[in-house]
C-alpha cells in the first residue's frame, strides 16, 4: 500500500500526474527514515530538513500531515515485518504549462509515502563498504532532491570499479561524502567528518553518530579530509538512516588500516543502535 496526497492505495494503482514538476524537472525533495516496531528514531529531525528543503523550493509541506502518512503507510504495510524504510516524496506538483519558465504550479503539492522491508529476514549482514572517489560534488547540498542524477551516476562509476560506494569529492579532490550516505574517519584517534559549510548533505544519522562518538570519549572534528588521510586513516565508515554504522574497509583498492572492520567503528554502531533503541518515538497511529 502506497500513501499518496493523502489516500492509502495498492501499490499497482498508485498515480501521479503526467504534468507533475517532480516528474518534468526533479523539483521535489525526500527523506528516507528506519521505523522498526512502529517507532521512527529522529523524526522530528527528518521533518525539520524536510521542511527546510521545501523552503528553498517553495513547496508548502504540512508536517502534520506527513507525520499521518507515515504511521498510515506502516500500519498499511504490517505484513513487511517490524523493520521497515520509509521514504516520504515531496514535489512540487502539477505545471500550468501557459507559464514561463521555471513555471507554476496548479494545485497542491504532490506526496507519496512507501514502505518497504528493510532486509530480508534471512539475509547476511551487510558486508563491509568498498570505496571508489569520484570527483564529484552535490550542486544543491542543502536540500535532499529527488534529482538524484549525480549520484546515480557516481554510483555506477563506482560499481564499475568493483566498489559498493562513490565517495564524492569537492574540486580539490577531497573526500566529502559518499553518494548516499556521510562519510568519516578515524585519524589520530579522532572521528573526522567533513563540516556542513564544505557541501555534504547534513545526515540526521551523522548528528547522532557525532553525539555518541562524544559520548564514548573520543574528540570529533569536523573539517575535510585529504584523499591520503583517508586512505591512511585507522578506520573509515559511512552512516546513513537506513544502513546505521557500516565499516568502510578499502578505498580505490587500497585498505583501510588493516581492511577489516576496526574497533572503533563497532563501539560507534553499537552505541548507535543503544541510542535508537532507548530514543526512537512511538508513531501516532490513528
Not at 516496531?37 to 528543503?53: D, I, K, V
Not at 502534520?64 to 516524496?89: F, K, M, Q, S, Y
Not at 507559464?99 to 504532490?110: A, I, N, S
Not at 587500497?254 to 541510542?275: K, M, S
Request: proline share 7%.
Amino acid at each position: 500500500m502506497v500513501w499518496v496526497d493523502g489516500r492509502l492505495v495498492p501499490a499497482a494503482r498508485a498515480t501521479v500526474s503526467a504534468l507533475d514538476r517532480g516528474l518534468r524537472s526533479g523539483e521535489g525533495l525526500y527523506e528516507t527514515l528506519r521505523v522498526r516496531r512502529r517507532r521512527a528514531f529522529r523524526l522530528a529531525a527528518h521533518l525539520e530538513r524536510l521542511e527546510a528543503g521545501a523552503a528553498i523550493l517553495t513547496i508548502p509541506i504540512e508536517s502534520a500531515a506527513v507525520r499521518a502518512g507515515i504511521a498510515a503507510v506502516v500500519t498499511a504495510n504490517d505484513h513487511l515485518g517490524d523493520d521497515v524504510v520509509v521514504r516520504v516524496t515531496c514535489t512540487a506538483g502539477p505545471l500550468d504549462l501557459t507559464t514561463p519558465f521555471p513555471g507554476t504550479g496548479v494545485g497542491p503539492p504532490t506526496v507519496v509515502l512507501t514502505a518497504q522491508r528493510t532486509r530480508a529476514p534471512d539475509a547476511p549482514p551487510r558486508p563491509p563498504a568498498r570505496g571508489h572517489l569520484v570527483d564529484l560534488r552535490r550542486e544543491l547540498p542543502t536540500v535532499k532532491s529527488t534529482a538524484s542524477l549525480l549520484s546515480l551516476v557516481a554510483q555506477r562509476e563506482a560499481r564499475a570499479h568493483g566498489a559498493s560506494d562513490a565517495i564524492l569529492c569537492d574540486p580539490e579532490g577531497r573526500p566529502l561524502e559518499a553518494a548516499a550516505a556521510n562519510l568519516a574517519a578515524v585519524v589520530d584517534g579522532q572521528l573526522v567528518t567533513a563540516p556542513i559549510s564544505a557541501g555534504i548533505l547534513g545526515g540526521v544519522t551523522r548528528t547522532a553518530l557525532c553525539e555518541v562518538a562524544t559520548g564514548c570519549g573520543l574528540v570529533v572534528t569536523e573539517r575535510t579530509l585529504e584523499r591520503g588521510e583517508l586512505l591512511g586513516a585507522e578506520e573509515a565508515l559511512l552512516t546513513s538512516a537506513v544502513r546505521g554504522v557500516q565499516p568502510l574497509v578499502r578505498v580505490d583498492g587500497q585498505p583501510i588500516g588493516d581492511g577489516t572492520p576496526g574497533p572503533v567503528t563497532a563501539r560507534l554502531r553499537q552505541g548507535l543502535e543503544d541510542l535508537i533503541e532507548a530514543t526512537a518515538e512511538p508513531l501516532e497511529l490513528s
